[in-house]
């Protein structure tokens, strides 16, 4: 048995179930947006036209500043949970994980801001700059739970500074393109079965080892990020005074996400030391963020009243396997050097679709009240591949929100979202023989939990024209 850190892939991949949209997508960037359940694309009003269609800058004169602030409150709780260690060829055993069977894996509250700014430079060109975030989680069992071997805590930050040009190339077409720019950090606290290894390196077999089972657990804080860089393509099409098509593409992006495991051992456990177990030890995993491509209109019923939609396809199909490798890891006991040695994870995620259905109403001159509904497909197809880290379903946006126009300059935009996600079930193996290799790096558990998700997202947006 060999136990290292298994799940830097899984918390840079799987993030958590904190995350708003389905996948690992945070949901939104712009609280204008966020009001119609995002389906107000082609409306291109403010700044954080860059993230959903960077062509819409060339509608907006002079320059431009959207300073936005998303409050998420999620609540994912699990219950019903039970594990086993793996059982040996003999009898009487006993191999069930004991501890906490059900809790809350998140309910903090988290600040998520994001700042646009453009600048006309002609009657055709315009350019801007948007930093966002496109993900943002945090997780966390209690430390006696019995999928503590899977995952314990989750915490990733990603933030994207993404510079954009757009031309208008003539009364009725807009184009952009743009770059992309991506920071990542992450880090997790995975515990480890060390009872099992301590009665393993002594030569004890049976029975013998499953009584060590969970004796002497110890855990692991890791860490890692990594820059990567990608690109977005966005069109604009005025059909006519009452109607505009839209279409926005955003890239995948690669990264080689490098982190370092610290463990930490209780008394028995660091015995370990003696028989070859790395304190410290490296790992890296590359992965893409998927690419999305959304088509989204506009359409105006009347002076007062704007119609909304957008359908997003985004290409989650890209985490159908993830491969994390190790530096410098070694084996117990000092018998086998497993240099290069790799974890493969098999959640054979989907491509999805989300449609977002929205609208907006001038109230009175200062005055506009906005609302909005959509359906986020999920990408696990399964629940013998749902992340316990991510008990991802489908879910159901209801949004609602305005803009007040402080003066002609100057306006504020306020959205509440309430996000309905699906119950889930997640089956979780992380036995060798399920990722269909030889050399498996976990503590070989399995384990079954049903999930009760939803969220809420309240949001302001400054948004100032110079």
Not at 218 to 231: H, I, N, Q
Not at 298 to 307: A, D
Not at 365 to 382: C, F, I, M, N, T
Request: proline fraction near 3%.
């Amino acid at each position: 048995m060999k136990l290292k850190h298994l799940s830097l892939s899984v918390m840079m991949m799987g993030a958590s179930a904190a995350v708003m949209a389905s996948g690992y997508h945070f949901g939104t960037q712009s609280v204008s947006a966020q009001s119609t359940a995002n389906a107000s694309a082609a409306e291109a009003a403010d700044a954080s036209t860059i993230f959903y269609n960077a062509a819409g800058m060339t509608k907006l004169e002079g320059t431009n500043f959207s300073g936005a602030m998303n409050l998420v409150m999620p609540s994912v709780k699990y219950s019903n949970a039970s594990a086993t260690y793996p059982t040996a060829a003999v009898s009487p055993y006993n191999s069930t994980v004991k501890g906490s069977t059900s809790g809350t894996i998140t309910d903090d509250l988290i600040a998520v801001p994001h700042l646009y700014a453009t600048h006309k430079l002609n009657d055709k060109v315009a350019v801007g700059v948007g930093i966002y975030v496109p993900f943002a989680s945090s997780t966390e069992y209690d430390r006696d739970s019995v999928l503590r071997y899977n995952l314990n805590s989750t915490s990733l930050k990603t933030i994207d500074i993404n510079p954009s040009i757009a031309f208008k190339l003539d009364e009725k077409h807009s184009v952009a393109v743009g770059v992309i720019a991506q920071h990542a950090e992450a880090s997790l606290r995975q515990y480890a079965n060390f009872g099992y290894a301590l009665t393993s390196a002594a030569g004890a077999t049976g029975v013998a080892l499953l009584n060590g089972n969970g004796a002497a657990d110890g855990f692991a804080d890791v860490d890692g990020d990594d820059w990567g860089f990608g690109y977005n393509l966005a069109w604009m099409w005025d059909i006519n005074d009452a109607a505009r098509l839209g279409v926005n593409y955003r890239s995948k992006i690669e990264h080689t996400l490098k982190g370092t495991a610290k463990w930490a051992k209780s008394s028995s456990a660091a015995t370990l030391n003696a028989v070859g177990f790395k304190d410290l030890e490296d790992a890296s995993v590359q992965i893409d963020t998927p690419e999305s491509l959304s088509v989204h209109g506009m359409f105006k019923l009347n002076p007062r009243v704007n119609m909304f939609g957008d359908v997003t396809w985004t290409k989650h199909s890209r985490f159908d396997k993830a491969r994390l490798v190790y530096a410098n890891a070694k084996g117990i006991a000092g018998t086998t050097s497993y240099q290069g040695n790799t974890t493969y994870l098999s959640p054979a995620w989907k491509d999805t679709y989300k449609v977002s259905l929205g609208g907006s109403y001038q109230y009175s001159d200062a005055l506009q009240l906005r609302a909005g509904v959509a359906y986020d497909k999920s990408p696990v197809p399964d629940d013998n591949h749902r992340l316990a880290t991510m008990p991802d379903n489908d879910r159901t946006w209801l949004s609602f929100g305005g803009k007040y126009d402080l003066n002609k300059d100057s306006s504020i935009d306020f959205a509440y979202s309430y996000i309905m996600i699906k119950d889930a079930k997640a089956n979780v193996d992380g036995t060798c023989s399920f990722q269909g290799v030889s050399q498996c790096v976990s503590s070989q558990t399995k384990g079954t939990a049903d999930y009760k998700s939803s969220a809420q997202i309240v949001g302001v947006q400054y948004n100032h024209r110079f």
